[in-house]
């Protein structure tokens, strides 16, 4: 199991702000859906969750490189605090794109995809904050097998919308838009999936 010296807990404490940081934009963006207003206020939002991210990843990297004994690899910190922070990017992305297309908010597969996220990021933000508990490992490692079954659905709706875009969308333009959204959401799963697979890689290690 992984054992901790007080001192060290501080970059727990910075990676489970950065996975809440996900957390924070994914609920946002969803709850945005929902109500179907993704103007500059809701993109101006997550763009800030963005930059907090990548504040609080710059902080773990200037950390790390002012720590002589960390509690896990560096490398393996430095890793999950920016593939995090990979996640918070594609979300942004998405939705500038999504406002300078001038997309509808209300796609039904879209809205479907950003539930999809939503779940990952609160599995992950559950996972990082329980890593430097021992008698939660287990518990860790469930979080990481919800996220991996999240990633899977993200597949095969990414399919479903793709299929139903290029059978019901006569607009060319509209379809390459949708298209690029689709892909980049089934992305920000893929990218969840692969901040599980580090924390799954730690706890091997450390096991």
Known sequence: MISFLPKEEKFFVFLTQQAENVMKASAFFKAAIKD???????????????????????????????????????????????????????????????????????????????????????????????????????????????????????DTLREKAISHLFENEKDPITVIKWKEIYESAEGALDNCEHVTKLIESIMVKHG
């Open 36 to 154: 179907g207003v993704l103007d500059e206020a809701e993109v101006k939002k997550i763009r800030d969750l963005e930059h907090e991210g990548d504040t609080l990843a710059h902080e773990i990297t200037d950390m790390l490189n002012r720590t002589f004994i960390t509690p896990i690899d560096r490398e393996d910190i430095y890793d999950l605090a920016n593939s995090l922070d990979d996640v918070l990017d594609l979300l942004n992305a998405m939705a500038g794109r999504m406002k300078l297309y001038k997309l509808n908010p209300k796609d039904e597969h879209f809205a479907q995809f950003i539930d999809l996220i939503d779940q990952a990021a609160e599995a992950l933000a559950n996972a990082v904050r329980h890593m430097p508990d021992t008698k939660r490992q287990r518990r860790v490692l469930d979080y990481c097998i919800e996220v991996n079954r999240l990633e899977n659905l993200g």
